[in-house]
């Protein structure tokens, strides 16, 4: 079996670099890149200039990570109302007709701001949410869950959508922020829940050439105050070290956090991971200026969607991460090969 290091030395036995000319005639050659569309938080009030850049681009698939609209109540009549005007969006209809589009939720749309399993409506939520985005999921009753398995020139791209909301219970005890509160349980946090944590390691041992995840909240920004997978511990050193260890390489997407940039870890195994965060298409606030987070490789402050382009060099893919603003701009791109 083909170890995931001997790839990388494969290109450099084929003496290819990033920057070498071998490689940009090369990649200009490999024709039709794999396109994934994606982006999070997507207010209806707000300026909807952008579905019409949006609507003008080329996708294979299109991704929203949530926080896809806003309710102004945070009451289960709020959450179907703020359902109901994103049903007459133009822009969403048109994209709709035109890409295939998979959806997760966030804590908005999930129906209240950083809601978690106690949400006194969360099967009501559930149920709007499957009315409204159609498609297949892994469970029927455990959340909204989902994988898709794209072919390209050959290749196999494993998109891997998950539920940060419906089995997500506080990452600290109630007995910690309350001292009177006493309980003969001990507290276990739990971020996704035992069902889907089989879910995905299976999904994860799917044989292909790339994974990308899908998570509402990012995976590996860790400095901020903010949800974040690093709020449980034990959650995120079982992915990140699931990750280091399966034979796909993998990308990571995640919304929420009203900023678009690019992490990058190295993991124990070698392999380097990313999370490229796409957040605010028309939500992006600029609070965030002073953030501080010591894997970032991109960052950008400004209203947009990411696009993620996916082209093969041998079998190894080389993914273009880019954000692109609502007038069509590209204000950041980061190619690598993901291996
Ligand atoms: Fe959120």
Same mark, same amino acid.
């Given at each position: ?49 952008? #579905? ?26 709020? /959450? ?24 997760? #939720? ?65 990452? $600290? ?46 995976? /590996? ?7 974040? #997978? ?60 002073? $953030? ?48």
């Amino acid at each position: 079996m083909e170890s995931r290091f001997s790839r990388r030395q494969i290109l450099k036995l084929m003496g290819l670099s990033l920057c070498s000319p071998a490689f940009s005639k090369l990649a200009v050659a490999a024709d039709t890149p794999w396109v994934l569309g994606f982006g999070s938080c997507m207010d209806t009030r707000k300026n909807q200039s952008f #579905w019409e850049t949006l609507n003008a681009r080329s996708f294979s698939h299109f991704a929203f990570l949530g926080d896809n609209l806003y309710p102004e109540r945070d009451t289960l009549i709020g /959450l179907e109302t703020a359902y109901q005007k994103l049903g007459l969006s133009e822009g969403l209809k048109k994209l709709r007709e035109r890409v295939s589009v998979s959806a997760i #939720w966030d804590d908005h749309d999930f129906g209240a701001d950083n809601a978690d399993a106690s949400l006194p409506f969360r099967r009501e939520s559930l149920a709007l949410f499957r009315i409204f985005w159609t498609q297949d999921y892994a469970s029927d009753d455990d959340g909204i869950y989902s994988s898709q398995m794209f072919e390209h020139q050959g290749r196999k791209i494993h998109l891997i959508l998950l539920d940060a909301r419906f089995n997500r219970t506080a990452y $600290e005890s109630p007995k910690k922020l309350d001292s009177n509160l006493t309980s003969s349980k001990p507290f276990e946090p739990s971020l996704l829940g035992a069902r889907q944590w089989e879910w995905l390691e299976a999904e994860l041992n799917r044989p292909a050439d790339l994974k990308i995840i899908g998570s509402s909240i990012q995976v /590996l920004s860790a400095e901020h105050r903010f949800e974040k #997978w690093m709020n449980y511990p034990d959650e995120y050193e079982r992915l990140v070290g699931i990750l280091g260890r399966i034979s796909a390489p993998t990308l990571i997407l995640s919304g929420d956090r009203h900023l678009h940039e690019i992490s990058k870890k190295q993991l124990v195994s070698g392999r380097a991971l990313y999370d490229f965060t796409s957040s605010g298409f028309n939500k992006a606030e600029g609070l965030s200026r002073f $953030e501080r987070n010591k894997l970032r490789v991109q960052r950008n402050l400004d209203d947009g969607f990411g696009e993620v382009q996916i082209r093969w060099v041998d079998n190894v893919a080389y993914v273009s991460m880019s954000m692109i603003d609502k007038t069509g701009e590209v204000r950041f791109t980061h190619s690598d090969f993901v291996v």
